[in-house]
């Protein structure tokens, strides 16, 4: 979807990485290496992206790290659209309209980091979750997404790693 609308992967991949979750920051020497791409591309599209607003910039001893910016009058509007281009809606939305008692939905793995591997993993939370459904489920979502998605069951989620909660509904 995105793909054919902005044809810089790098400004895409910038994008997912900032978009996904505000509290993703980098540096970018990190960038490059995450990529695989040559500093100079990341860093044209990254002043791009300031220039316009939409990521942040701060000085830390020798490093500039960079932030979206969640103040940015399309912020919104722009993690949605990630949001969509991932997958994520539709994950939510199937899960919600099929199985009853979930009460949050969690992104964990190279998503939350902003990493758009094809990998999706989330872990559910709730109780009396049926295990053979969600393993059906995972099939269709894959075919409604075109990615990989893992499920993971659990009554409470209490990982350290990073997570964004897509959906939360506290019992």
Partial sequence: MLNSLITSKTRLRLLIKFFVSQ???????????????STNSIRKELNNLFDAGYILKSKLSNKIEYTVN?????????????????GLEDIVDT???????????????????GIDTGNIEVVLTGRDLDLDYISNLE?????????????????????EQQNIILYTNEI
Avoid: C, W
């Fill in 139 to 159: 099939k269709k979502i894959e075919k409604l997404i075109n990615r990989k998605v893992t499920f993971y069951l659990s009554s409470k989620f209490l990982s």
């Fill in 70 to 86: 969640s103040n940015h009058p399309l912020y919104e509007t722009m993690h949605k659209v990630v949001m969509k281009h991932l």
């Fill in 23 to 37: 509290t993703n920051k980098a540096h970018l020497n990190g960038l490059a290496t995450e990529f695989g791409e």
């Fill in 95 to 113: 899960v919600l309209q099929k199985i009853g008692n979930v009460e949050k939905i969690i992104l964990i793995g190279d998503y939350a980091k």
